[in-house]
């Protein structure tokens, strides 16, 4: 590609509304434009950084067995009646209805579309396993779309589901899918980790999600310094309590705290730390409102509290008259104290004694309150979020916590769908039989975003070779003056050319020092400078981007540089 071919443009100015740098350096680059809130064009340089990450994709799935088919992205409302999410699937689907009235969804996921693709055309066990995939765009209203392309509302997924007889047959397909992912994130040349997830919306069984490591990443890892245990933080479990706590040393007393509304504000007022103090959180329940209790110093942890018997999912704390109506005062004042409605302890609080908690009163709190004496001895749940140090459920180390960005999930979903919507198969006996689904994403516009955080530095993109828009840059200096340059850069561009680089020869008539910082924004690994000086000695310039200097050598000598980073 020549440069002045190709239209594209670069920002020198981190744009002001890009919160991390890969979206700025997305942005900078010329990847993406913004069209709306959450909804970006992919410009051609990023399309073929995108085309990379669909071909690796596309080959390992090919590879894996699994079958190319290509669905709608628009699917009608009926579908997710039968499956029961049209009224599950909350603000994040977005509907719309036809000249006819008739109601759609833009699909932020396909399992209704694939059931019923499968139940009309799988018969018999003889055809299992089958395992679909497509790249396709979904669409989901994102509360907060945000982070470019890594959190968007429109967005290109791979997404394969399969389908077995048995227990056993979507055990091994969700293994071959695994072995897959593992592959596909190697070649792309990501540091990632696959950690334990929670199975969320789509619901069902076995679930692990794939992480590209990033310190920008939205999710929080729990991962074991000693053995391969990861976790998302949201579901890693907290150990059950051991041992009682200490015997009372102090008496119940009810203390004025005006106006402090936070742990911190009452664990400074009363000169005590923060994990002697619990905190009472007031939520939505299936039949009025419930009470969590943790540890002041402890995050409540949602995805688990959402799971508890009569606590609403999603979890959603009380509104404020709730609050006072169930503890008798404004929110902040809460306590475990005389409480009227059900309350969870978390483990963490079993073993405490002599603490603080809310009075229920406004400018309230009780001191020196005790399990045994005050309140009954709790049974205890996993409520919080684990921190750094604690201990792992092998036993054998302690947790550290690390940020990753989700680039892939795969789930044994069971027979959640094709339960459903009766997508069964006649068996070796001539049963019926419903069918065991599995299903299996991969972000491929957010593989792109991930790529970058991992892979930049103060002026740029740096590519892994897998994902490059080109392997080579030509720079001539001064080639619109110099025959010489002109002839050299341009037999170099057939050469590399033609020996299957992606070669992008910048021709513009512009300083060498303008065209070398595109180069580096741009992230293309290699790049070879041609001059007046360095024909005489049949010598070109040489850089990697990784490089912090640029090296004179032989023509011959820098073409070798090249061997072995070319994609064909
Ligand atoms: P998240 O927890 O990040 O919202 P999810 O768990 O809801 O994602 P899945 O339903 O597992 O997403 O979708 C499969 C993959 O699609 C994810 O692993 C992720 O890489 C990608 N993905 C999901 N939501 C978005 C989005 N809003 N923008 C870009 N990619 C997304
Ligand atoms: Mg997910």
């Not at 089958?130 to 890594?150: A, C, H, L, S, W």
């Not at 399969?162 to 070649?187: P, T, W």
């Not at 391969?228 to 059950?240: G, K, L």
Request: proline residues 5%; negative net charge; charged residues 30%.
């Amino acid at each position: 590609m020549r440069h002045s071919e190709f239209a594209l443009n670069t920002l020198k100015e981190v744009p002001s509304e890009a919160e991390i740098v890969s979206h700025q350096l997305m942005l900078r680059a010329g990847l993406i434009k913004r069209l709306a809130s959450g909804l970006f064009t992919w410009m051609p340089i990023g399309v073929r950084v995108l085309r990379k990450v669909e071909a690796i994709v596309r080959e390992e799935m090919n590879r894996a067995g699994a079958l190319e088919l290509l669905m709608p992205a628009v699917q009608p409302a009926e579908l997710w009646q039968e499956s029961g999410r049209w009224d599950q699937y909350g603000p994040l689907l977005l509907r719309m209805s036809d000249r006819h009235e008739r109601e759609f969804c833009f699909g932020p996921t396909h399992e209704e579309v694939i059931t019923d693709i499968a139940r009309k055309e799988l018969r018999s066990y003889k055809q299992l396993p089958v395992n679909y995939y497509q790249i396709q765009t979904k669409f989901r209203d994102e509360i907060r779309p945000r982070f470019g392309v890594m959190r968007s509302r429109e967005f290109i997924m791979k997404d394969a589901y399969s389908f077995d007889l048995d227990e056993d047959g979507v055990i091994s397909s969700y293994e071959k899918m695994y072995d897959a992912y593992v592959r596909i994130f190697e070649r792309l040349g990501l540091k990632f980790r696959v950690v334990i997830a929670d199975s969320g919306e789509i619901g069902g069984n076995r679930s692990q999600e794939f992480h590209v490591l990033a310190d920008s990443g939205e999710d929080a890892i729990a991962y074991c310094d000693a053995d391969d245990y990861a976790s998302n933080v949201e579901m890693a479990a907290t150990p059950e309590p051991e041992g009682e706590p200490a015997a009372p040393a102090q008496e119940m007393q009810t203390i004025d705290t005006p106006g402090v509304k936070t742990i911190e504000a009452l664990a400074e007022l009363l000169g005590v730390r923060s994990d002697q103090t619990l905190k009472t959180l007031i939520v939505d329940g299936d039949d009025g409102p419930v009470a969590l209790v943790l540890r002041g110093d402890h995050e409540l942890n949602a995805v688990k509290a959402q799971k508890l018997d009569g606590v609403a999912s999603p979890l959603n704390m009380a509104d404020p008259g709730t609050v006072f109506k169930a503890t008798g005062s404004e929110p902040g004042f809460a306590g475990p104290v005389g409480l009227a409605i059900p309350v969870f302890f978390d483990h963490a609080t079993a073993t405490m004694s002599d603490f603080v908690v809310g009075a229920n009163e406004k400018d309230k709190h009780h001191t020196g309150v005790n399990f045994g004496r005050d309140l009954p001895a709790p049974d205890t749940v996993d409520l919080r979020n684990v921190v750094e140090g604690d201990p792992t459920p092998g036993g054998g180390g302690t947790l550290q916590i690390a940020r990753g960005i989700e680039v892939g999930h795969i789930f044994q979903l069971g027979d959640k769908y094709s339960q459903a919507m009766g997508a069964k198969v006649l068996d070796a006996d001539g049963k019926e039989r419903v069918m065991q689904m599995g299903c299996y994403g991969i972000g491929i516009t957010r593989i792109v975003g991930a790529a970058i955080e991992q892979n930049h530095d103060e002026n740029g993109i740096i590519w892994p070779d897998a994902l490059t828009p080109f392997d080579v840059s030509i720079v001539p200096i001064n080639m619109h003056k110099s025959d010489a340059v002109r002839e050299a850069a341009e037999s170099l561009y057939r050469e590399l050319t033609n020996m299957g680089y992606e070669v992008l020869l910048d021709d513009r008539d512009a300083r060498p020092g303008f065209k070398f910082a595109d180069c580096e924004l741009l992230g293309i690994p290699h790049r070879l400078v041609v001059s007046d000086r360095n024909l005489k000695n049949d010598e070109l310039e040489y850089r990697h981007r990784r490089d912090s200097e640029s090296a004179t050598l032989k023509r011959e000598d820098a073409l070798k540089k090249l061997n072995g980073s070319r994609i064909s």
